[in-house]
Nanobody, 115 residues
Framework: QVQLVESGGGLVQPGGSLRLSCAAS????????MGWYRQAPGKQRELVAG???????NYADSVKDRFTISRDNAKNTVALQMNSLKPEDTAVYYC?????????WGQGTQVTVSS
């Protein structure tokens, strides 16, 4: 069983930055896409950013121009650089890796944006 481990969450003031990282417990083959989702209290989980195996990215409108997703195919890692953070970005962030016949989720990391 593959485990995804996220790191980098925490408390930050509005306007600050955080970098989330996600690593797999073992090598994963034939990855199609990697991404970050978030879930705020009382809300549904939503896609924040995704990246395909050939590097195409997509972002939620609310984070465009502030967040950047990147991946390292050789290391099976995916990162999310978050700049200009806002209180509404507060949520538990989950990484996700998917391929043919599988989809793995991390356990989540809390991001809190507050003064």
């Amino acid at each position: 069983q593959v485990q995804l481990v996220e790191s980098g969450g925490g408390l930050v003031q509005p306007g600050g930055s955080l970098r989330l990282s996600c690593a797999a417990s073992r090598r994963i083959f034939n990855i199609n896409d990697m991404g970050w989702y978030r879930q705020a209290p009382g809300k549904q989980r939503e896609l924040v950013a995704g990246i395909t195996s050939d590097g195409r990215t997509n972002y939620a409108d609310s984070v465009k121009d502030r967040f950047t997703i990147s991946r390292d195919n050789a290391k099976n890692t995916v990162a999310l650089q978050m700049n200009s953070l806002k209180p509404e970005d507060t949520a538990v962030y989950y990484c996700n890796i998917g391929g043919l016949g599988y989809r793995y989720w991390g356990q989540g990391t809390q991001v809190t944006v507050s003064s």
